[in-house]
Nanobody, 116 residues
Framework: QVQLVESGGGLVQPGGSLRLSCAAS????????MSWYRQAPGKERELVAT????????NYADSVKGRFTINRDNTENTVYLQMNSLKPEDTAVYYC?????????WGRGTQVTVSS
C-alpha cells in the first residue's frame, strides 16, 4: 500500500502563487515517478506535471509551462508543485499521483481556487 497526502491548496487571487506538497509513504522502495493532475468541474482529469524521482526529469502540460514548477525531495519522498501567475482557469482539484513499480496510486486531492 502507498499513501499520498496532499496539502497547500486554497483560495488565491489571479496572478498569485501557491505551493502544493505531496508526501508519499508506505511501500515505496521503487518509487519511479510522481505527478500532479487536476480536474475542473465538468472536465476530465488532466496531467499537469510529472517528475522522475531518479534524475529529476520533468514534463509539463503546455497550459502551465513557464508558470508551474515541479520538484522533489527524495529523502522525504515528497513532491512539490510551485504555481505562479495563477489564472482562474487553473481552478481545479489537484491530485497527487505516484508510480511504484507498475502500480499507480492517487491522493485524495486538494482544492485550488483562483478568484478575485
Amino acid at each position: 500500500q502507498v499513501q499520498l497526502v496532499e496539502s497547500g491548496g486554497g483560495l488565491v487571487q489571479p496572478g498569485g502563487s501557491l505551493r502544493l506538497s505531496c508526501a508519499a509513504s508506505g511501500i515505496i522502495s521503487s518509487l519511479y515517478a510522481m505527478s500532479w493532475y487536476r480536474q475542473a468541474p465538468g472536465k476530465e482529469r488532466e496531467l499537469v506535471a510529472t517528475i522522475r524521482m531518479s534524475g529529476g526529469i520533468t514534463n509539463y502540460a503546455d497550459s502551465v509551462k513557464g508558470r508551474f514548477t515541479i520538484n522533489r525531495d527524495n529523502t522525504e519522498n515528497t513532491v512539490y508543485l510551485q504555481m505562479n501567475s495563477l489564472k482562474p482557469e487553473d481552478t481545479a482539484v489537484y491530485y497527487c499521483h505516484a508510480r511504484v513499480d507498475l502500480m499507480y496510486w492517487w491522493g485524495r486531492g486538494t482544492q485550488v481556487t483562483v478568484s478575485s
